[in-house]
């Protein structure tokens, strides 16, 4: 397992960015597949977008294309969620998630650590 801290998060008006940092630690970071996901109030968490372990290739929420981007930047054992455009439904606990998956990108049950989250809030 990695260790996984999350920053960036912060309150932002509509139509506004944020850039959400998640740091590593752990040798074995570059090994890992990175997800992002949300969790609203009162909601289950969701999936928003994933990258494999070289940064090669990269999965979204349909929600969250064109909006969202994640990368990652191995030597500084760091995955990254930038998003812009956000909407008031965008609110909620960002969490940075690693896992030794190549499929199921968007299921929680593949990645067996997570950060504590960060929370994002866009106001209207």
């Known amino acids: 397992q990695v260790q996984l801290v999350e920053s960036g998060g912060g309150l932002v008006q509509a139509g506004g960015s944020?850039?959400?940092s998640c740091a590593a630690s752990g040798r074995t970071f570059s090994s890992y597949g990175m997800a992002w996901f949300r969790q609203a109030p009162g909601k289950e968490r969701e999936f928003v977008a994933a990258i494999n372990w070289?940064?090669?290739?990269t999965y979204y929420a349909n929600s969250m294309k064109g909006r969202f981007t994640i990368s990652r930047d191995n030597a500084k054992n760091t995955v990254y969620l930038q998003m812009k455009?956000?909407?008031p439904?965008?609110?909620?606990v960002y969490y940075c998630a690693?896992?030794?998956?190549d499929t199921n990108w968007s299921e929680v049950?593949?990645?067996d650590s997570w950060g504590q989250g960060t929370?994002?809030?866009v106001s209207s």
């Open 119 to 121: 929370q994002v809030t």
């Open 98 to 101: 690693a896992g030794e998956t």
């Open 54 to 57: 070289r940064g090669s290739s």
């Open 18 to 20: 944020l850039r959400l």
């Open 89 to 92: 439904e965008d609110t909620a």
């Open 85 to 87: 455009s956000l909407k």
């Open 109 to 111: 049950y593949e990645y």
